[in-house]
C-alpha cells in the first residue's frame, strides 16, 4: 500500500508540473481538479479526480479545532477526536480501523486550531465502505460513559507525555500564543487542562456532538482513483440523511492590537539547555500582505539560505535547532483560521546571553524592515514556496491535498483557490515585503518567551 501511494503521490506531482496545453494552467502553477458543491444538509464535497494509482483518500474536516472549543472544557475537542475513534451505531469499535488496516490503507485524525479532521488513504475499490463508514460515525458515534472514560484516561496520559513530563514539552506551541495573545479563544491551554478533561460528562459529549459534528459544519473531500458520478451517488446515499441543523455560531476569536512588547518566561526542570523564542502577530490570511509575510517567512528563517540560519547558525554560532514559521508546529501557512503567529524558536549554550541573542535576531529584523529585498532574493523567496506548496501537494496518501482542499472549502468557500495560491505570491513586491516587514516586524508586535532550564540559578532568565 505505501508503495502504491507514494507512486500517486509522484504521479500528481508529475500531472501538476508537465508542460500544459494551450487551455491549461502555466507548468509554474498548480491545476487541481476540483469539483465542488454542497448537499441539501450543508455538508460540502469536494472531489478531485486523480486516476494514475488506484488509489483513493476520504477525509472529513469538521469546524471545530483547539481555540473555538468551550470555555470551561480545555481541551475538549481533542478528547472529542480520540471519542470518534470509538465505534459508531452500525460499525462498533475497531471496525473503521479494521476495515482500513485489512484494505492494506492508512487512516488518522487530529485537531488543529480551527478544525479536527479525519481521513482513511485505501484502494480504490473501498470507496463505499469508507464513506459509509464516515457517514455512520458523523451521524450515530458511540457516546457513553465506558468510552468516554476510557478516552479520558488516553488524552490523559497523553498530556502527561507529550507536555508534562517532555522536556519542553509546551514550547513554544502552546506558550508562546498564550502569551501573546489576550482573547481567550487564542490564549487558553488547548492541549487541555487535566482537571477539566476529568470533569467531561456524557452529556457534555453528546451535546458537543450535536454542536459541531453535524453535515453543515463539514467539508468531505475524496481525492484520487474514483468514478465521479459514482462516487456523488454514495455521498449522497451516506451523507444526504443525516440531518443538518441550525448555522453553527463561531465564537469572536478577533485579537486586539499588541502595543507593547510582551516577555515571559518558566521554569522548565527537565530542560537540559535554555530556549529563546519569539512570536509577532501577521497579516489576515488570504490578504496581499499575508503573501508578502509568506515569502519574508522564506527569507527569513526557511531553509539554510535564510537570513536568521545564516545569523544565528552559521556567524554566531548561538545555535544549531533554529525552527520557525507561520502556524508553526499545528499546522502550516494555509491551513487555520483567525488571529495567528510567526514564530522563531531554538535552544542554546546557557553562556550565551538573552541579551546577545536579542541582539543578534534584531539585527536581522531591523535589516528586512528598513530595506527592500533584492529582486535575486525575492525570486529565490518564490522559488522556495512553490517547492514547499508542490512538496505539500504531493505528500503520501494525498493529505497536503486533501488538506488545501478541505480548509479553503471549509473558511472560504472556494476550495479553487488552491490553483491560485502561486499568483498571490507572484504579486508580491519588494515594496510590499518592505511594508509588511515595517508594519507587522515591530518591537512593540513581538512576544518572547524563554526557556529557563531546571538548573539555572533561581531568579529565572536575565
Known sequence: MKRLISATALAVVMAFTAAPPAHAAPADRL??????YTLPNGLKVVLSRNTTSPIVTVSVYYGIGFRVEPRDRTGFAHLFEHLMFQGSAHAPKG???????????????STRFDFTNYYEAVPSNALERMLWLDADRMARPVIDDTVLKNQQGVV?????????????GSWPWID??????????????FYGDLKEIEAATVPDARAFSTAFYRPNNAVLVIAGDFDEASAKAMVAKYFGPIAGGAPVVQPDISEPPQTAARRQSRVDPLAPKPGYSIGYHVPPRGTPEWFAMGLLDQILVQGEDSRLYRTLTQQTKITGDL??????????????RGP????????????RSDAEITAAIDKVIDEARSHPVSAAELARAKVKMRSSLYGYVSQSENTGLVDLLAVYALFDNDPGAV?????G????TPELMLKVAQDYLRPEQRTTFLIVPGAAPAGGAK
Do not use: Q
Open 31 to 36: 491545476d487541481v481538479p476540483v469539483t465542488y
Open 95 to 109: 471496525t473503521l480501523i479494521g476495515t482500513v488496516t485489512n484494505a492494506g490503507g492508512d487512516l488518522n485524525g
Open 156 to 168: 490523559g496520559n497523553e498530556v502527561k507525555v507529550n507536555v508534562l513530563n517532555r522536556p519542553y
Open 176 to 189: 508562546l500564543p498564550m502569551a501573546a495573545n489576550t482573547n481567550w479563544y487564542n490564549s487558553h491551554n
Open 323 to 336: 525552527a520557525g514559521g507561520i502556524n508553526d508546529g499545528l499546522g502550516n501557512l494555509f491551513n487555520y
Open 340 to 351: 495567528m503567529l510567526w514564530d522563531v524558536w531554538f535552544t542554546h549554550d546557557a553562556d
Open 419 to 423: 490553483n491560485r495560491l502561486g499568483e
Open 425 to 428: 505570491f507572484d504579486k508580491v
